[in-house]
């Protein structure tokens, strides 16, 4: 069973970092492409980043040069390095799988969630 477990969300102030980590089971992460979405009240799920099976990369423009996404296939696991947090980052992180070796810009092309991860930005 494909499972996906996100976890280092928390309360952090304006300015600071967080690294949330997305754990898989039930397949093998090196095939597969790995999503970072956020949704905040209100609104739409939107992505944050992808990394597929050959580790190219995508990040939204709105958190280029302060996310850093990653992988460790040895571990099961897809990290998501967040800096410079500011208060519109506040939002629950989601990962998802296309369970296919590419990204896409669609969400529903993401097939397999995890349950979420809380991130606030407050100070």
């Known amino acids: 069973q494909v499972q996906l477990v996100e976890s280092g969300g928390g309360l952090v102030q304006p300015g600071g970092s967080l690294r949330l980590s997305c754990e898989t089971s039930?397949?093998?992460?090196?095939?597969?492409?790995i999503g970072w979405f956020r949704q905040a009240p209100g609104k739409e799920r939107e992505g944050v980043s992808c990394i597929n099976s050959y580790d190219v990369i995508s990040y939204a423009d709105s958190v280029k040069g302060r996310f850093t996404i990653s992988r460790d296939n040895a571990k099961n696991a897809v990290y998501l390095q967040i800096n410079s947090l500011k208060p519109e980052d506040t939002a629950v992180y989601y990962c998802?799988?296309?369970?296919?070796?590419?990204?896409?810009?669609?969400?529903?092309?993401?097939?397999?969630w995890g349950q979420g991860t809380q991130v606030t930005v407050s100070s």
């Open positions: 039930g397949f093998t992460l090196s095939y597969y492409a």
């Open positions: 998802a799988t296309t369970h296919e070796f590419w990204c896409s810009d669609t969400v529903t092309a993401f097939t397999v």
